[in-house]
């Protein structure tokens, strides 16, 4: 039995077919394996930022200056101050790290929510607010409208 042109064209045409489903089903594959790897990635990237602030806690010091800022700022030295600003200040920059990797979908809902919670329980502290009322606008628009809102419901 021949075949004609036409029935190889037809088969080619399938196989061809075949292929680029194979091939979407590889490629989506891929895709997932990467965003995969992007968020644990992201998490290891915030766990190094927040344990860069624990180094703080080594200095006796550091140490009594964050348990005096417990009572208020004003208590403190100005180097003191600046001390506990730095230290905030590491905090609230890893926490927006946190907040715009949710935003943008490359951190899990419960990495998110253990994460936030030890981060407003920075922003609960003296100190926290503090840094917050003077220092807000360094950070990004819609983190700060989301910090925002736990001042003003805590007021």
């Known amino acids: 039995m021949k075949r004609s042109l036409k029935e190889f064209a037809l088969a080619a045409e399938i196989l061809g077919a075949v292929a680029v489903v194979i091939s979407l089903i590889y ?72 907040f715009l990797t949710h935003e943008n979908g490359m951190m899990k809902d419960n990495i998110w929510q253990g994460w936030n919670a030890h981060y407003i329980s920075v922003l609960n502290q003296p100190a926290g607010e503090w840094f917050w009322r003077n220092e807000r606008e360094s950070f990004s628009p819609s983190f700060v409208l989301y910090v925002d809102s736990f001042l003003a419901v805590a007021e």
């Not at 594959?29 to 190094?48: G, I, P, R, W, Y």
């Not at 927040?50 to 550091?62: A, E, V």
């Not at 005096?68 to 730095?86: A, N, W």
């Open 27 to 98: 490629v989506g594959f891929s895709v997932n394996q990467n965003t995969s790897a992007v968020l644990v990635a992201n998490h290891q990237a915030l766990v190094a930022m927040d344990l860069t602030t624990t180094d703080w806690f080594k200095d006796p010091d550091f140490t009594a200056a964050h348990i005096l800022s417990m009572e208020g700022i004003d208590k403190l030295s100005p180097i003191q101050r600046t001390q506990v600003g730095t230290y905030v200040a590491g905090k609230l920059n890893a926490w927006e790290f946190a």
